[in-house]
């Protein structure tokens, strides 16, 4: 295949024209579902604070909703930076904590029941997440381990079965599911749209929950990959602490970032391998450029593919029955 030779430059984009293009489609959105503004969760992360500059961009503030949706498990600075973020972008401002609601589904129990079942000890005051093994550890397989830091500061780490770890997923997608829950709720209320803000890395592969943060009107960085979100995030002069905080899924009581839970690669190296994957460059050609053996390569090269496939049933749309008039005669 004839392509320009592999490097980060692949990326680089034409923000102005970038953002031009998004805005007429956030225009165009308000006019097709006849709707006058947008609700954008924001967890004081890029995405969501790129995404909330762009709607603001598009309509100006006062018809832009940033809801904030802390819990428990929420990380210190993410209501700090989400703040930042409504006030550059001049938009409104709703903060709802939504831990009662988990605590009434009962997610913070069946949580700490997965938990204590993997470390005998687990109990009030400690913290955990779960973590994917990198992929450049070693030829394994990746697999998924419960990290729990016990109140005295000691670390325990145990590999998760199958069982348990899907527990704590099922359990977790709660949050993002209230979230949409109560996006959707305003944005009935005010007659907007959700705009949602997954990147690339987010939708191609997957990392997001079926009716929770995968529910939306309009995902203006669908497209773009991660490092581009960031270019539109210095183009847009968003504050400079959104721009140097780590992704994070903040999801988890101990920090956690994004890499750690799906990726098996820091977002720089994970854009540049989907980016080779999706345009035919070969793991050879793709390997120097992100410092890792081909051999590792064709191993991201398979969990994306893997992750690509997973990912249908997250966008699928309900499958319907058709009525018996308009199934085909044989």
């Known amino acids: 295949m004839n392509h320009p030779p592999f490097s980060p430059g692949l990326l680089v984009l034409d923000c102005q024209a970038i953002i031009a293009q998004i805005i007429d489609t956030l225009v165009g959105t308000l006019k097709t579902f006849k709707r006058k503004g947008f609700v954008v969760g924001i967890s004081g992360g890029i995405d969501s604070s790129v995404t909330l500059a762009l709607c603001a961009r598009a309509l100006g503030g006062r018809e832009v909703l940033g809801l904030q949706m802390p819990e428990r498990h929420s990380a210190p600075e993410s209501l700090y930076l989400g703040e930042l973020a409504i006030a550059h972008a001049a938009a409104q401002k709703t903060v709802v904590d939504i831990a009662p609601v988990l605590e009434a589904v009962g997610f913070y129990r069946r949580y700490d029941e997965v938990a204590r079942s993997m470390i005998g000890a687990y109990g009030a005051g400690w913290k955990s997440k779960i973590v994917l093994r990198n992929v450049s550890e070693d030829g394994r397989l990746p697999y998924f381990s419960l990290v729990a830091q ?11 079965d199958l069982k348990s770890y899907l527990e704590i997923v099922a359990a977790t997608n709660f949050k993002q599911r209230i979230r949409a829950m109560l996006e959707y709720y305003h944005a009935d209320r005010l007659n907007y749209v959700v705009a949602g803000t997954p990147n690339r890395l987010e939708h191609d592969l997957g990392f997001f929950v079926k009716q929770g943060d995968g529910a939306a009107d309009v995902k203006p960085l669908a497209h773009l990959y991660k490092t581009q979100v960031y270019q539109l995030a210095e183009c847009l002069d968003l504050p400079v602490e959104i721009r140097a905080r780590a992704p994070t899924t903040d999801t988890y009581s101990l920090p956690q970032g994004q890499d750690e839970f799906f990726f098996s690669l820091p977002y720089k190296e ?8 999706n345009n035919g460059y070969a793991p050879a050609e793709v390997a120097p450029v992100v410092g890792l053996a081909p051999e590792v390569v064709e ?9 690509q496939l997973a990912a249908r049933y997250l966008h699928a749309a309900a499958i319907q029955v058709a009525f018996p008039s308009e199934v085909p005669v044989q």
């Open 299 to 307: 191993q991201v090269y398979r969990e994306i593919n893997s992750k």
């Open 270 to 277: 994970m854009d540049l391998c989907l980016y080779g994957k």
């Open 150 to 160: 016990a109140p005295q500061g000691d670390i325990v780490k145990q590999r998760l």
